[in-house]
Nanobody, 125 residues
Framework: QVQLVESGGGLVQAGGSLRLSCAAS????????MGWFRQAPGKEREFVAALNWSNVRLRNYADSVKGRFTIYRDNAKNTVYLTMNSLTPEDTAVYYC?????????????????WGQGTQVTVSS
């Protein structure tokens, strides 16, 4: 089992920045990738970003966040971060951290095995 605890959400004005954290514990050595997803009201959950747990240089981003969001890992803390810059109201959503064991596409949410509780990000215009 892998436990994930997110933090860092909040209310920010358009153009502002936030950093989300996802602390992982448990059997993290079984993890292939860590990802961030988000779900806005009335919309389906969508992929945001992911990184390979063993090779953090392998990262993927949704087109909508490329150049604005950065995913990275602090090895010492077993924590994955999502830095979000130039936020817009369209980024408003509940953001979820997730971990997967299978070596399949990192943008498919159904392939993730463990999920955090979610953290709310609200961007005001």
């Amino acid at each position: 089992q892998v436990q994930l605890v997110e933090s860092g959400g909040g209310l920010v004005q358009a153009g502002g920045s936030l950093r989300l954290s996802c602390a992982a514990s448990g059997r993290t050595f079984t993890t292939y990738a860590m990802g961030w997803f988000r779900q806005a009201p009335g919309k389906e959950r969508e992929f945001v970003a992911a990184l390979n747990w063993s090779n953090v240089r392998l990262r993927n981003y949704a087109d909508s966040v490329k150049g604005r969001f950065t995913i990275y890992r602090d090895n010492a803390k077993n924590t994955v971060y999502l830095t979000m810059n130039s936020l817009t109201p369209e980024d408003t959503a509940v953001y979820y951290c997730a971990a997967k064991r299978s070596r399949t596409a990192v943008w498919v949410d159904d392939d993730y095995d463990y999920w955090g509780q979610g953290t709310q990000v609200t961007v005001s215009s």
